[in-house]
Structure formats: C-alpha cells, structure tokens
C-alpha cells in the first residue's frame, strides 16, 4: 500500500520523522517514574514547578525566538516556570541524558524523530493531547500530528516551523534579463532544463558564474529527513517508502530517470564546478552570501521561510515563486509537501503534567506570534494557517506558500522510516555516485535499495517479511 497515497485537492496528510543510523539509542528507555501519592500530589500542586526546555535551534533570530518564547511563558500566572537551554549536538547529547536519566522534561529541534519514536526514547503523549482543554487533534493542520506518530501512539505536538517546503522561487531581474517570461515558469524538467541553459552565463575562460539552478540545492537537495519527503522522487510520483510493508522502493525507473535529470542539469555546469560553486557560495536563502540571495544563483526549490529569509539577508532584490517544476507524464499536476518539528517529551521525564503544559504553551497563538515576529516561522495551527493574515503580508511570496497547500492537487505525506537517517545518507551517496559517473542511474537505484532494505533488515528485523 501507498504510504502517502497522494492526496487530492483541500486535503492534508503528511508522516514526518527522521532516522538516525545505527542502535545508539537501543538502550535509551529510561523506566517510567512511580505514581505520586495523592497528599503528595496535592502539595506539589501548590509549588512551583520548573522544567528543563532544550531545543537546537541557534542564531540571531532562533536565540530570539526561543528566549522570547521562555520569557512569555514565565511571565503568565502559573505554577510552571521553564529553564531554557540551546543544546548544540542535540541528538547526541539528548541521547545520553536520557540513558543517562537526565533528560530535559521538553525537546524541540533538531534530533532524529524516527528512531526516538521507534526505539521508545521519547514518550507516548496521546492520552495529554486527548485529555487537554487547550490542544484538541483538530486543532492542527491535518496530517501534522499524524506525522508525529509511530505504530498507533502520538509521540509530538506541532510546535515550530511547520509550513510548506516546495515552492519554485527566482531572480526577477536575472530571469527578464534573459528574456524569459515568468509569467509561464517551466512546468516540467524539460522545460527547466532549457531555462537552465538560458540562465547559466560563463565568463570567457569557462568558469561559470551565474548557475540557472543547482538540483542539489536548499529542498531539492534535502530528504528523506526530519520533516521534508525526497524530492526529486516526488516529482517523478513516486512513493519511495511502504509504511504498511515496510518496503522501500528505490529500485524502480520512475528513481533512475530523476537521478538522470539531477546529473543533466550538473553536467551542464560542469561537475566540479557545480560542486565547487556549492561549496564556495553556500545554499538555501538565510545566508546574504550564499548564492540564491547574492544573485549567483538564479532559481532555487526552497520552503515558506525563504520569503522571509530574503527578506533581510537580499533586501534589494525582487523574487517570484510558482510551482516546482515534474516529469512529462505529470505536467498538469501542482504538488505540495507540508512539514513540522514535534515538541516530545524524553522518556524518564517525572514532571510530564508541566511539560505538556509548556508545550499546549508554544502551540497557541501568543508564543507562535513571538517566534513568528522573530523568525518567520509557522506553527501547526489551521486557525493561524491563513495567507490572508495581516502579520503574513510583512513577506512578499509568503501567501503563495501558505495558499498552495489548497491549491495543490497533490499533498504529499512525509515518511516515517525508522532507519531515516541512515536513508538520507544513502540517498547523498547515490546522488554523487551518478553525477560523478561512477554507477549509471539504474545500478545506483538497485543499489541505494539493497543498501537500505539490508540495513532495515539488520537494525528491524520484525519490521520485515
């Protein structure tokens, strides 16, 4: 069975997780901590409870986000309060709290969801979602708690930085100054191809400077992982994982012919120099060096927090966005992919009550608007999912974003693999190994499937057969 089953038209639906190779947290289940008596109980109600908070994310506007978040909820009324700590290295140093029976009470950002759900690192919370006043399951985007999920038991809430990852977005003045007509983007990989040409300048002795687009770049680049689908999969239509057999299906002509268009646009650059551009100029849009924001780059597939992102790193720049281009037999289908990070609560936690607390918390919509003020950054919640919100309209782009997740015929669910990260590994291999030339595409595909059935096989034997 079709894990995402592709969805139609105003529907949502989406699994998002990410694996991490090897058993490391095998052992990490810390044993649940004994029932307090009610007279204790009744006492530690009256106290004040302070949780630890750990979360990855870093720079200006992250730091800002986070402390922002962590001074709002300490200033309510409560008898929570929250200790925040920026944990770089997350998921090791995660890990070994929870072996070690230190974990923080709540974790966002930037760990291996799959394993820890499937492993048992992180707890099951369904019966706080079910028994909250202030999270219901209908409360959320659909599909995004459901990606949260393991085998039946929810082990997140949507917390930050959920939105859609797909949006095809280009230079304005590099585009006209080609004479191309962004009023009719390329629609498939032929047609890109041919604006990639178009877009691509060399100087006299042949060293590129402005490359029309980088496949490997920001989203094109990225999956399966943490909260996005693989990409150059889905614009073929195919679904590489069977969460109901557990089967990948990497092995399949609709994966050899996207691993050929990702080689044709590199070659056209040239392979070293599409590399050493990468490496030179760095990727995705927070960066005002990196090539898409310093005008080196003239298209790029990038999510709903470039807009933003561009915002302040090319100030001076115009931007457009469509739909991401796909193969021939799917030229009139629009597809969409939206994605979240859980806010989960590590295995071995006493204070669960207050931890669920902090996290019903950061999903309303007071500390969404800090982290959005701050970042750009969506949450989960369908009633503060609306392009036509005033706060939306600070970003040009932003409300095609948030409208193309309706307006999509095609809304794409995120995997749940419990080997993820060994997965996203594989799949950067593969992806070299054709462009280098060192396999053809079909004996690159058959290999990334053995490769990834055999490691499922060694890590979850009962998964599969």
């Not at 029309?212 to 989203?219: E, L, V």
């Not at 003239?298 to 090319?314: C, N, R």
């Not at 309706?406 to 996203?424: H, K, M, R």
Request: hydrophobic residues 40%.
């Amino acid at each position: 069975m079709n894990h995402n089953t592709t969805l139609s038209r105003r529907r949502f639906l989406q699994w998002s997780a990410v694996g991490i190779g090897g058993a490391a947290i095998a052992a990490c289940a810390a044993p649940a901590a004994p029932a307090a008596a009610p007279e204790e109980a009744e006492m530690a109600a009256e106290e004040t409870v302070t949780i630890s908070w750990w979360h990855q994310w870093g720079g200006t506007t992250g730091m800002a986000a986070m402390e922002g978040v962590a001074a709002a909820f300490n200033e309510e009324d409560r008898n929570v309060k929250v200790e925040r700590l920026h944990v770089t290295e997350m998921n090791d140093k995660l890990l070994a709290a929870i072996a070690g029976g230190t974990p923080p009470d709540v974790g966002v950002c930037c760990v291996q969801y799959a394993e820890l759900y499937s492993r048992g690192a992180v707890m099951p919370i369904d019966d706080q979602i079910d028994n909250s006043d202030v999270i219901g399951r209908d409360d959320f985007v659909p599909g995004l708690l459901e990606s949260m999920q393991w085998q039946g038991e929810t082990y997140g809430v949507p917390g930050f930085e959920a939105g859609p990852r797909y949006g095809l977005m280009y230079n304005k003045a590099i585009v006209a100054e080609a004479g191309l007509d962004p009023e009719n983007l390329p629609r498939t990989w032929d047609e890109m191809f041919e604006w990639h040409v178009e877009l691509t300048n060399f100087d006299d002795a042949g060293n590129v400077e402005i490359v029309g687009f980088d496949p490997r770049d920001a989203t094109a680049g990225n999956g399966p992982a943490t909260n996005i689908p693989q990409f150059w999969a889905l614009t073929y239509g195919l679904d590489m994982w069977d969460d109901e057999t557990n089967a990948f299906n990497y092995d399949n002509e609709l994966f050899v012919s996207a691993l050929n268009t990702i080689k044709r646009f590199t070659d056209h650059v040239g392979v070293q120099q599409m590399e050493s551009f990468r490496s030179s100029f760095g990727g995705w849009t927070q960066s005002p060096s990196s090539s898409f924001p310093s005008g080196v780059q003239a298209m790029i597939v990038t999510g709903y927090y470039a807009p933003g992102e561009l915002f302040h790193s090319a100030p001076d720049k115009e931007f457009g966005v469509g739909w991401v281009p796909v193969s021939e037999d799917r030229s009139d289908i629009t597809f969409q992919n939206v994605g979240g990070h859980p806010m989960y609560i590590p295995n071995g936690v006493t204070n669960v009550d207050a931890a669920f607390e902090f996290i019903e918390f950061c999903s309303e919509e007071k500390a969404q608007n800090v982290i959005f003020d701050s970042t750009g950054w969506l949450g989960g919640r369908k009633a503060l999912y609306d392009p036509d919100l005033p706060k939306y309209q600070r970003y040009e782009n932003l409300d095609w974003f948030l409208r193309s997740v309706n307006e999509a015929d095609e809304l794409w669910a995120c995997p749940v693999i419990p080997i993820q990260g060994f997965v996203n590994q594989q799949r950067s291999r593969t992806y070299e190994s054709v462009i280098f030339g060192d396999k053809d595409a079909e004996q690159a595909a058959a290999d990334m499937q053995a490769a990834c059935t055999e490691e499922l096989l060694k890590q979850f034997p009962e998964l599969v057969g």
